[in-house]
């Protein structure tokens, strides 16, 4: 066993696609980064719950994380076909008015959860994605603590991002990383104009530390979560968009020489 | 006996061999048979059901040759050119046929000739021969005038003139037999003859590469099954490779030892080579199949046709680069596809239109292809999301009131809101030349609660629907 989680270890350190899969991703929002120890772990299982009323923030926070996650490499979405009929479908334009690429997103229709399920371990083996939406609706029976298992160690082990989209749901114990509840968030009264996304979301679940409740604006210029009480836009902070493995690559570089 | 309805009376439509020695024939009146034979049991005909028999024969025929056409009501056409030595010789092929539907306990009659019109004129009356090529007009020119299958009227004229069989027909000048039969029996003497070639066309089309294996034992096992598709991709991909081509859509067929004939398709959206990735394909459809794949017995031949082919570049296999993702993503697509439909596996398509429904398309991932023109964001530098992430496929309707106060609430699905933010209207005049709907106006509201809907007013009627919600 000793062995095992040792040779996982020297693997990470000498495989630079592996060490770019431990790296986590920041979110951009301060608070929030710092509860998660610097940002959400790329390959592991995140569940985004959405209370009533709720689905298209918590859509809007899943396709935001997602996004941010998959670093530039496309996405499956998949969603049951009732979620379409009693929420909406998901529209490429919201896509490209969010900041993200609709032409790196694949939709899948899902009859019923099962399907969908199957669909995303079979997707989670493919590395070539970044991340798997997954956006279910109520508690389906197929998704039970083995299910949830599966997908964290599908996830875990090809490094793509599993995200469960919940609406409708109640919370039962799963393998998920991180799980958040995610509501929209009032504009500011004094402000006049029509702000950016904004959205409450409660950390409820954290493997590695605390959780916290956190007001998120999403910045669609830069692809990142930005604390509103904070950094009213003053200033420009670290990029969404870039590719995660620039820095490693300098690193190699300096090596060489 | 068989009994077929013909206009207004019932006539002999098909005889036993008991019946038609007690002096019955085919065309006969039924109540003149059954004046003639009180004790005689008849079947109503039912003409649907022989043509299904008859497409299943054609099935289990396809293992000889890939080109099988019907010819109704009870014939099969089967082009064996060049097929013939894999059967050790012609008359064995046509001997094994006969053997095998007799064996199934069909009555059958076969022959082989260079023409499907000599072939038919000859197994009618000539059951099991083979012709030569060059040697059709010595064998069909001794057969009856009825062997042409021609309509009655004309039969009867050539019995009339004296004209018994087809030698003697040939013989007139064409321009009397035109003259009195116009040319398109002169054209059918001539194919009978093998003095002209009437083309056949076959039931399904011919597949471009094929690689099939034949078990003298059936099998019947997965296992098996999978490691012989595994190997016949291997063969087809190995054909495929020297043209440099790839498949885009193959089909598995499966012949039972019974004579059931179950055929499987998967597609690609990209040519595909790989023998791996093929029976991966397979695999997934196989497993999601809502009958299953019934071996019975066992299957005792399985062929595998690639029968939509495009060109393939040789790739070199790179991991983890942008082609080599692409790839990988290429094939999830087509294993998803295969297992889910491909109706099910989509990718967004931009529409050039101002009409923000209708902006963007869902289109099978797998033929959907590069977008035509790039996506066009609407939102300024700093500006929210003008287009909402959900949108309904139906907009729902809703009401809104306005309270004393001067505030707006929004009914909609059975609660009450107060909108405490209301932008708009951008208004959008309907494209003209596609439909006559009126001018609408777009609104964006926010709700107490900070959630965000698009809504839509019908500069007509004053309708308000909800379009959609925002993030």
Known sequence: MTANIALKHLETVLNPRRRAEETPVPLGHAGADAVLGGGLKRAALHEVFAPAGHESAATGFAACLAARLAANRSM???RQDYCALEFGELAATGLLELGLAPARVLVMRAAQAEDGLRAALEALRCRALGAVVIELCGNPKDLDLTASRRLTLAAEENGVAALMLRFTARIEPGSAQTRWRVRAAPSPDEEENWGQPRIEAELLRNRQGGTGCWVMEWSCDDGIFRDPATDRGAVVSAAGDRPAPAALAKERRTAAA | MVAGRSGNTQLVAALDRKASALGLYVGQ?????????????????DAPADAKLLARIADWCDRYTPFVALDPPRGLLLDVSGVGHLFDGEQALLDRIRAELRRQGFAVRGAMASTALAARALARHRDGCVVAPGDESKAVAPLPIEALDLDEPATHAFRRAGLKTIGQAAGRKRAELTARFGSRLVYMIDTALAR???????????P??????????????????????????GALSELLEKRGEGARRLEAVFFRADGIVRRIAVEAGAPLREPNAMVRLFHEKLAALADPLDPGFGFDLIRLCADRIGRAEAEAQQLDSDAGRERELRLLVDRLAARFGRDRILAFHPCDTNIPEHAFALLPAQHAGPAERPWKKLRGAKEAPRRPLRLF???ERLGLLRAVDGRYHMRWRNTQRLLTRIEGPERIAMEWWRSAEPTRDYYRVEDENGRRFWLCRDAQSGQWSVQGGFA
């Open chain 2, 208 to 233: 471009d590469y094929r690689a099939e294996r034949n078990f003298a034992e059936p099998v019947a096992t997965e296992d098996i099954i999978r490691q012989t598709l595994l190997a016949l991709a």
């Open chain 2, 196 to 206: 002209a070639n009437a083309p056949i066309s076959p039931r399904r089309p011919l």
């Open chain 2, 29 to 45: 009146p039924l109540a003149n048979a059954r004046a003639m034979v009180p004790a005689l049991r008849v079947v109503a005909e």
């Open chain 2, 393 to 395: 496929a139906r907009p």
């Open chain 1, 76 to 78: 499956l979405w998949i």
